[in-house]
């Protein structure tokens, strides 16, 4: 009987804790919405100064298109004569873009894990390696994106020929890993000295260690770090489908919507909407992954 009436209080406060991130979500959206139509109502409509430095938007329906006109673009079609509408297009950019996101996240997840690992076995290469991963984030990803975009069609390994897509899944493993590596590493250098003896104690070898004592001390670590590598990969995708004008995607939306912006601005920040909605599908993602994960567990560690 106890542990029946301890069993419903800890699910009324994990109801309690969804119900209320999702009532943060909402109410920050309409914070947003709430400052974007106040800023039109009392901005400057050529933008301003503070103190002596230009910085204030402008506020015309040019640059600055009312909510209603943005969320409306969507059920208008995409060309005259057309069936598609802009939402369709949208969504299918979002779909593109959300496949080499996965590939990219995938890749990031493998390699951090595995730098992790090893530079927790090796404290040598915890030295060698870790000063250089963060020097790889200080890379300019919009410099970067043209070189590694070059190699589709011209890299070939057993037949197989590098596609192009796969540049911009690079680039968001790119962004991906480092928050991985650093977070599993943490993680994975968590368990206490006691824990460590009594592991070796039972000689148990390395290897069952890690995989009894050091990846579940990790899991705490290495969400937050999920989360960040998620954010990661969306943002690598994007900028280098903006960079590199790969088609398909939503980065290639913002470029094509982005020159009608002087005839027609509110269908650009449709774009900017399915970029801002793959970021939360990514998140949510993530965020399944760690009520799967982080079940029955206590929440002690804040990374």
């Not at 009312?66 to 969320?71: G, N, Q």
């Not at 595995?114 to 300019?140: D, F, G, H, K």
């Not at 962004?175 to 590596?181: G, N, R, S, V």
């Amino acid at each position: 009987m106890s542990a029946v009436t301890t069993l419903v209080p800890r699910r009324q406060r994990a109801w309690y804790r969804r119900s209320r991130r999702s009532l943060m979500f909402v109410l920050a959206i309409v914070l947003v919405a709430t400052l974007w139509e106040g800023y039109k109502l009392v901005g400057p409509q050529d933008g301003g100064q503070l103190f002596g430095w230009k910085v204030l938007p402008r506020a015309k329906d040019r640059v600055m298109p009312h909510i209603s006109d943005i969320l409306s673009r969507f059920s208008d079609p995409i060309n005259r004569g057309s069936d598609e509408t802009v939402f369709s297009v949208v969504l299918k950019g979002v779909w593109f873009s959300l496949r080499l996101v996965l590939a990219g996240f995938g890749m990031g997840l493998v390699a951090g894990v595995l730098l992790a690992v090893v530079m927790c076995r090796l404290r040598i290469a915890e030295r060698a390696i870790l000063p250089y991963l963060v020097i790889s984030q200080t890379v300019p990803l919009i410099a970067l994106a043209p070189l590694v975009v070059s190699w589709g069609g011209k890299l070939q390994l057993f037949g197989w020929e590098w596609p192009r897509w796969l540049s911009a899944s690079v680039l968001g493993a790119f962004l991906t890993f480092f928050p991985i590596a650093v977070g599993t590493l943490r993680g994975l250098q968590s368990p206490s000295a006691s824990s460590l003896e009594l592991m070796d104690s039972y000689a148990a070898p390395w290897r069952r260690t890690l995989f009894t004592l050091r990846f579940p001390s990790a899991v705490p670590f290495m969400v937050p770090a999920l989360k960040l590598g998620a954010a990661g990969s969306v943002i690598g995708v994007v900028v280098s489908e903006i960079s590199t004008g790969l088609r398909g995607g939503i980065g290639r939306l913002v470029i094509e919507f982005g020159r009608a912006t002087t005839s027609d601005p509110a269908i650009v920040y449709t774009a900017v909407l399915g970029a801002a909605f793959l970021g939360l599908v990514m998140a949510g993602m993530v965020s399944l992954a760690e009520i799967v994960v982080m079940r029955n567990r206590p929440k002690e560690v804040e990374a």
